[in-house]
């Protein structure tokens, strides 16, 4: 029998009703008690790493998630984390950078209704997390949420309210749950034959910035004077970014020119950004903006904080950033 560990860090999963509105109160153990069909599905261990409403979990908490996964896979067979919806795409694209070499899954999943109401979506979130870790098959990471599993970098809450609350974006799901059994849409990739390996080292200092209509040119001379070592725009389209009145190239060009990194990435859910397209894609790309391609948001902003943690060589930055890792990248 597989032994999973499950890690427990707070979310709607675990909350209760207090006078200051909903709030992280339940512990693992007591969540599983109330799924009687986990019993004899693996064995399974407990360790509370946190008890945060996933609004404030950081980069710093991040890295003690990553340090908790990695010593717990020394011993199981896979890791479960229950997490709060808002930011678990942002953990989830954070973790596959941060452990390397993954051969065993590490599935991250919360629910939209506490496990404590009577209509929850925790219970079943929950199992179908621990049917996809004990399933042998997958190695990596993934979130595990409304039956259907999805890469760790390619995840988007996308309902604030709704029971299917994410969507895998630009990538088919990896498969799903039904009627107990998992269901994989592709050969899951081969376990790595590597060492696992940690690298928590984040620079959280990197700026996430959606353009708007009049945005000022000013606000984005303003970033260094902040402290932040790089920034990601949330384009328009394809990645336009205004290059006429209120021009926002020449204080990107500054930015670059001080060695901050400026990442462009799409508003837009489906497809990415192509700056070949349109002029203001082209011009941008000409400033030497760095090119999203088709990762998520979430994904590019954790890559370019882990990328700072590890250089902070420009050319270097450029060569990471553009690296396909663990499948953040599209599937041509």
Request: with cysteine.
């Given at each position: 029998m597989k032994?999973?560990?499950?890690?427990s860090t707070g979310?709607?999963?675990?909350?209760?009703p207090t006078e200051n509105g909903l709030s992280p109160q339940i512990d693992g153990a007591s969540m599983v008690r109330l799924i009687p069909e986990l019993n004899g599905l693996c064995e399974i261990h407990y360790k509370e790493l946190l008890s945060l409403d996933s609004t404030n979990i950081q980069p710093e908490e991040w890295a003690s998630i990553a340090q908790a996964v990695f010593a717990g896979?020394?011993?199981?067979?896979g890791v479960v984390i229950t997490h709060g919806t808002d930011t678990m795409a942002y953990t989830a694209a954070a973790l596959s950078f941060m452990l390397q070499n993954l051969n065993k899954p590490v599935i991250l999943t919360g629910s939209q209704i506490p496990i404590g109401e009577p209509n929850t979506d925790g219970k079943r979130n929950i199992l179908d997390a621990f049917r996809a870790a004990a399933d042998g098959r997958l190695a990596g990471v993934y979130l595990v949420f409304d039956g259907i599993?999805?890469?760790?970098?390619h995840a988007r809450k996308t309902s604030s309210l709704g029971l299917h609350a994410f969507e895998s974006i630009n990538r088919e799901p990896e498969g799903a749950i039904k009627d107990g059994k998992v269901i994989l849409n592709r050969e899951p990739a081969l376990p790595s034959?590597?060492?696992?390996?940690?690298?928590?080292?984040?620079n959280p200092n990197v700026l996430l910035l959606k353009l708007v209509p009049g945005m000022k040119p000013e606000l984005l001379e303003?970033?260094?004077?902040?402290?932040?070592?790089?920034?990601?725009?949330?384009?328009?389209?394809?990645?336009?970014i205004p290059n006429t009145r209120r021009n926002l190239l020449p204080p990107i060009k500054a930015l670059i020119k001080r060695e901050i990194p400026v990442a462009v990435t799409t508003q837009c859910i489906h497809d990415g950004c192509d700056l070949t397209v349109y002029d203001v894609g082209v011009e941008a790309s000409k400033a030497g903006v760095l090119s999203a391609g088709t990762m998520t948001t979430e994904a590019a902003f954790a890559k370019l904080m882990w990328i700072l943690g590890q250089t902070t060589d420009l050319n270097k930055i450029k060569e990471l950033f553009n690296q396909d890792f663990f499948g953040e990248f599209a599937e041509n």
């Open positions: 032994k999973v560990l499950l890690l979310g709607t999963i675990a909350s209760s896979l020394s011993i199981f067979d599993i999805i890469h760790g970098c034959r590597k060492s696992l390996t940690l690298n928590d080292n984040f303003a970033i260094p004077q902040l402290g932040y070592r790089a920034v990601v725009l949330e384009a328009f389209g394809l990645g336009g």
